[in-house]
């Protein structure tokens, strides 16, 4: 079972209310294989936080990340919850890049809970993502694409310079990096500017500085820091210091 609540009759009263074609689920076959497009190591395409939290039961991971065949969004902009039974906050353990394995998953209906132990650097980390609108095993795969690699994500670039690439195997940023080469080093800014000086383009990003809460089964913390610089600067595309508003919503590699 998953780390989280579950109330089987209202799931099973709202399943009478839907229509068959919204149930609509991978065939057994279907889901062994992907269950086996999931096994080794995985590199993470995008950030992953989760809900974290207590209850009665002991630690809760909620998913906030939900990808469909088609796109992906991020519920985490909350904060700290609490009441009589319980406690939670969105937890920025996991992040672009980050190696993982699957700990855990679950069918239902059409969506798929994917549940993730960090590796390496993040080995104390774990979260959880959702797929959504999955009916069928090419649904599952192009997913799986937004969301996982087999590799880090600068191998995928063989025109990329060694030296660009090894700084970002080691999550540090250098002068002269793209947008791309920065997101993989330190995910979507919280916000950013764009505006336009002398002629050329400039774009500011804000970094996240706090991961938020972190639970256990007999203690929290809080304060953990990103370690990333609080901003940066580039100017026409490429990255030159640490210094169109917007905010992660709005953000988008293409623009």
Sequence with gaps: ML??????VLLAVSGLMLAPAAWAKLAKSDRKAAKQMLSGT???RLDAPSEIGTQPFGIYYRPLVEISPDSTTTDADR???F????AGSTRWGISINDPVRLDELEFEGNE?????DGMGPVSDEHTVIKFIHISTLSDFERAFEQAFSRVPLQEEHDDWPAEIKEAIAQRKLQDGMTRRQVYYVTGA???FEKSEEDGKEIEVWWLRQDKGMKFGFFHHSTGEQTGLSQSIRFE???LVGVGTSGTRSGFSLDD
């Design 3 to 8: 780390r989280k609540s579950r109330c089987l």
């Design 42 to 44: 995985l590199y993470m």
């Design 79 to 81: 904060g700290f919850s």
């Design 83 to 86: 009441g009589v039974y319980h």
């Design 112 to 116: 798929v809970e994917i549940e993730l």
């Design 189 to 191: 800014p919280e916000r």
């Design 236 to 238: 026409d595309g490429v």
